[in-house]
């Protein structure tokens, strides 16, 4: 009896914990269960929410590409329409000189001497402008001093276009093409220059004239006082010598400089002796030229004589005989300046005539901007070239 007891107790006992475990393992299932349908769930979260932030950036792009597409293009709508059918089509002689300063004959002979500084690059992204056009965009911002936006829009590209056009042929002409048209004479043309003055105003040797005239530039930041000339506005002063041409200029040296340093400055200064002579009255005399009184006596170079109450008849006289002669930054105004004194030597080549409308716009610019009155040079006259001038007066006496 007793072991029957002990046989059920150890049944029951056994049974209890069977109970236990398959409890435990439920639990234990139940519970990995809930953790793995917890990672599920998260997962499904991760994944909807990366599928939302997609769409999110895909709607914003495609709308940002459709926004942009609407408002703007790579390169803005711009007419050729005036210089390639109006201009090369339609204008003649007179229209190309009164938007150009020359015939379309000598445009196109001067497009064949810019080509080197013009030129179109070989590879380029859009359609290169070309030579013509570019050489006619420079000319026709020298000629009317018309701002890059009124020219860009007349030629119908952008702004920037028309300053790099305007800035490679101005560097290109005074590097290089402008010795073609701005050079000192040659022995044989000195003394054909001279024959021509000499018939008109019966004094021998002239082979030209020297003068200055001051050029308004933009005002500089800094260093006003040595842009600013006698009449207070800034410029550049050019200093030339001429006979119907330029053959030699100076326009580096600024508005507050007198008129005789700006020539010790100049070529001519160190080359002059070099020139010709012949003998007059016993004094041999070379070639020279006629200044003002701002300018030294020199042996090259004569001025009349100082008004006073000693002057004698034949100085007064001498006196009468020569006077009767006939939107860039200011760093870069010299060579703008120089360019236009080779186009201008360039159309006296050509034998281009001067239309009269451009005097008057001259004349009444020159106007605004009245030029600073000549400083007469009051150092003492050089001896040698006072021999001279008397001979001269002699001469004509």
């Not at 599928?51 to 408002?71: D, E, I, K, V």
């Not at 800035?167 to 021509?196: D, L, N, Q």
């Not at 082979?207 to 600013?228: M, R, S």
């Not at 150092?379 to 006496?397: E, K, M, P, V, Y």
């Amino acid at each position: 009896m007793a072991y029957e007891e002990q046989d059920e107790a150890a049944a029951l006992y056994i049974s209890y914990v069977m109970y236990m475990i398959i409890q435990q393992t439920r639990f234990t299932l139940a519970l990995m269960l809930a953790v793995i349908s917890e990672e599920r769930r998260y997962h499904h979260m991760l994944q909807a929410g990366a599928m939302q932030t997609t769409n999110l950036l895909l709607n914003f792009g495609a709308s940002l590409l459709q926004r942009r597409s609407q408002r703007t293009c790579w390169m803005r709508v711009r007419s050729k329409d005036w210089w390639e059918r109006v201009v090369l089509k339609e204008f003649d002689d007179e229209e190309w000189k009164e938007n150009f300063r020359m015939t379309r004959r000598s445009f196109n002979k001067l497009c064949g001497m810019m080509e080197g500084v013009l030129k179109p690059e070989d590879v380029t992204v859009r359609a290169p402008v070309p030579l013509e056009m570019r050489v006619a965009i420079v000319l026709y911002k020298l000629a009317s001093c018309a701002e890059y936006r009124v020219v860009a829009n007349q030629f119908g590209i952008p702004k920037s276009t028309v300053k790099k056009f305007v800035y490679k042929f101005c560097k290109g002409m005074v590097s290089s093409v402008i010795h073609k048209f701005i050079k000192v004479p040659t022995t044989e043309e000195a003394i054909s220059i001279a024959r021509r003055f000499e018939q008109k105003f019966h004094i021998p040797q002239i082979i030209g004239c020297i003068d200055g005239t001051h050029i308004p530039v933009l005002l500089p930041n800094d260093g006003y006082k040595d842009f600013a000339n006698r009449k207070g506005w800034p410029s550049y002063v050019l200093q030339a010598m001429v006979d119907n041409i330029f053959w030699d200029i100076n326009c580096k040296i600024a508005g507050c400089a007198h008129d005789a340093n700006v020539l010790r400055q100049s070529t001519l200064f160190s080359q002059a002796h070099l020139l010709p002579k012949v003998k007059i009255n016993g004094i041999s005399i070379g070639h020279f030229l006629l200044g003002d009184p701002a300018y030294p006596l020199l042996d090259w170079l004569m001025k009349g004589y100082t008004h006073s109450p000693n002057i004698t008849p034949e100085q007064e006289s001498f006196n009468v005989h020569l006077s009767s002669r006939s939107d860039f930054h200011f760093t870069f105004t010299p060579h703008i300046i120089a360019t236009c004194c080779a186009l201008h030597n360039f159309c006296e080549s050509e034998k281009e005539s001067v239309d009269p409308t451009s005097t008057v716009e001259a004349a009444v610019l020159e106007a605004d901007l009245p030029q600073p009155s000549a400083r007469a040079y009051n150092s003492s006259d050089n001896a040698s070239a006072q021999r001279i001038r008397g001979a001269l007066t002699d001469s004509i006496g």
